[in-house]
Antibody, heavy 123, light 112 residues
Framework: EVQLVESGGVVVQPGGSLRLSCAASGFTFDDYTMHWVRQAPGKGLEWVSLISWDGGSTYYADSVKGRFTISRDNSKNSLYLQMNSLRTEDTALYYC????????????????WGQGTLVTVSS | QSVLTQPPSVSGAPGQRVTISCTGSSSNIGAGYDVHWYQQLPGTAPKLLIYGNSNRPSGVPDRFSGSKSGTSASLAITGLQAEDEADYYCQSYDSSLSGLAVFGGGTQLTVL
């Protein structure tokens, strides 16, 4: 059974930093591209970032570029999101999702999603 | 504003058919990128509903179907049931952005 379990979400002040983690199991982690997607309270889904199987290719939404860094540790079947210079508009439930294929392709959907971890940016 | 445009809400009575549109442009759906659909039941994570424009993952009822034409895609739900009440999102890729993946703004389906 595929499982994606996010953690690390807390309340943080504007300008602060946070590192989210996503523990994966039930599939061959290094055969998959991994994504972070967020959902602000009462709002829709917003794609945040993706990372290829080996970490060699990363992409970011314009809203987080230069502030967030995605990474992975295939030896630990884990995905990470380092979030710096946090803003109130970063408040959201952050999901990790897997995508079949070592490199991102529009042909492959986001197969499985975790339950999310809540990040609240507030003073 | 989302790159992919969906109606904020649709509704239908049990047993009826509803469709949800997803309108893009020449840099995303019109560029040939596949469209995928996700269902988000209240208080839960999104779940894959349709992939590759019109394919259903195992376990998804054939009441759900997808199509794509030009710069738009559609999700159709026939024989509406109460448990279909959820938010639905389309997703594709866009070549004009520094990132890659994009979502529609989401459509809330109400079963009357």
């Amino acid at each position: 059974e595929v499982q994606l379990v996010e953690s690390g979400g807390v309340v943080v002040q504007p300008g602060g930093s946070l590192r989210l983690s996503c523990a994966a199991s039930g599939f061959t982690f290094d055969d998959y591209t991994m994504h972070w997607v967020r959902q602000a309270p009462g709002k829709g889904l917003e794609w945040v970032s993706l990372i290829s199987w080996d970490g060699g290719s990363t992409y970011y939404a314009d809203s987080v570029k230069g502030r967030f860094t995605i990474s992975r540790d295939n030896s630990k079947n884990s995905l990470y999101l380092q979030m710096n210079s946090l803003r109130t508009e970063d408040t959201a439930l952050y999901y990790c999702a897997n995508q079949r294929g070592r490199y991102s392709s529009s042909s492959h959907p986001f197969d499985y999603w975790g339950q999310g971890t809540l990040v609240t940016v507030s003073s | 504003q989302s790159v992919l445009t969906q109606p904020p809400s649709v509704s239908g009575a049990p047993g009826q058919r509803v469709t949800i549109s997803c309108t893009g442009s020449s840099s995303n759906i019109g560029a040939g990128y596949d469209v995928h659909w996700y269902q988000q039941l209240p208080g839960t994570a999104p779940k894959l509903l349709i992939y590759g424009n019109s394919n259903r993952p195992s376990g998804v009822p054939d009441r759900f179907s997808g199509s794509k034409s030009g710069t738009s895609a559609s999700l159709a739900i026939t024989g509406l049931q109460a448990e279909d009440e959820a938010d639905y999102y389309c997703q594709s890729y866009d070549s004009s952005l520094s990132g890659l993946a994009v979502f529609g703004g989401g459509t809330q389906l109400t079963v009357l």
